[in-house]
């Protein structure tokens, strides 16, 4: 069996301006990203302790909190796809699962989410 490698972020609060709401309407007060990133095994079973040898995750977070506070989105939807953009950009990257999520839903609780799956051939056609 082949070894598997992922990194995984979870609830991470992003500061971001998605949707349209009327007056009446239910406002989110917090959107909340998961993201997991399979990546060869190599960058994690390493023979050495170095950053020279693993995934540098820090420049992708970087570059996700930038995106999300790059003005308005009208959708969740366009947010993930410039984050699995984003992903693309690492030859790393083999696979990416992307979820945003937003709460409350309906008085005062509940998350309502997006999530994206990118494999490898298609992470491959984005870049």
């Known amino acids: 069996m082949k070894s598997q490698a992922c990194f995984e972020l979870r609830d991470l609060q ?3 301006d998605i949707g349209t709401y009327g007056p009446h309407d239910i ?3 917090k959107h909340v990203l998961d993201l997991t990133l399979q990546v060869n095994a190599k960058k994690v079973v390493i023979a050495e302790d ?10 992708l977070v970087t570059e996700i909190i930038r ?3 790059d003005g308005h989105y009208a959708t969740q939807e366009r947010l993930i796809t410039r984050i699995a953009e984003a992903c693309a950009a690492y030859a790393d990257i ?3 699962e992307i979820c945003l999520r937003k709460s409350p ?8 989410g997006v999530r994206l799956i990118v494999d ?8």
């Open 105 to 112: 839903v309906y008085n005062g609780s509940g998350s309502l």
């Open 27 to 29: 406002v989110p007060d």
């Open 67 to 69: 995106l999300a506070g």
């Open 14 to 16: 992003i500061n971001t």
């Open 50 to 59: 170095g950053m020279a040898y693993v995934f540098d995750y820090d420049p």
């Open 120 to 127: 490898a051939n298609t992470l491959t056609g984005m870049r």
């Open 94 to 96: 083999e696979s990416v």
